[in-house]
């Protein structure tokens, strides 16, 4: 659809902006705060750089068409017109093998990633906006994607052309 996809770019913008390190919020909602998440989100600097990571995010979509991946741009970009709200999902089974095949990690090593990382997005989003990581009522679309990359792609692509966002 030659729309530009927002990961780890977003990174970049919100560092130059706050003056913080890209590794600082970078590691924000990563696994490794995950033991003390609700105090680490409340310090001062994390603050700093979640707003920059807003502003980074807002200064994304005032830009034009584009796809924005985590980061609760769902809940940033809530005043928003025309933007679709998608929330994926796997079932552990489904997630383990994949994180299993990307990084080589064993089933129970994988495991523990992904639990751990399910905590610190979950904390991560609740100190952001105040609702549960995942509500599906907060979405327009969730998709399981233990239906294959294609077969999603293809759902999220029809979903928004009906829509005539593009």
Known sequence: M?????????VAVAAKESGLAQEFISGINSDENAVMQELY????????????QDK??????????????GRSADYVLREYQ????????????YRTKKVSEMYG???EAAQKSIARSDVARAAYYKNISGHVWGDPHRYELCINAS????????????HIKRMELV
Not at 41 to 50: E, F, G, H, K, S
Not at 147 to 158: F, K, Q, T, V
């Open 2 to 10: 030659n729309i530009p996809c927002y990961y780890k770019e977003m």
């Open 41 to 52: 989100l409340t310090a001062n600097p994390v603050q700093r750089a979640i707003a920059a």
């Open 56 to 69: 980074a995010i807002r200064q994304i979509a005032d830009a034009g068409a584009c796809v924005i991946i």
């Open 82 to 93: 025309n933007i679709v709200r998608i929330f994926i999902y796997a079932s552990k089974e």
């Open 105 to 107: 990690d064993s089933p």
């Open 147 to 158: 239906m294959g990359e294609d077969a999603a792609a293809n759902l999220i692509c029809g």
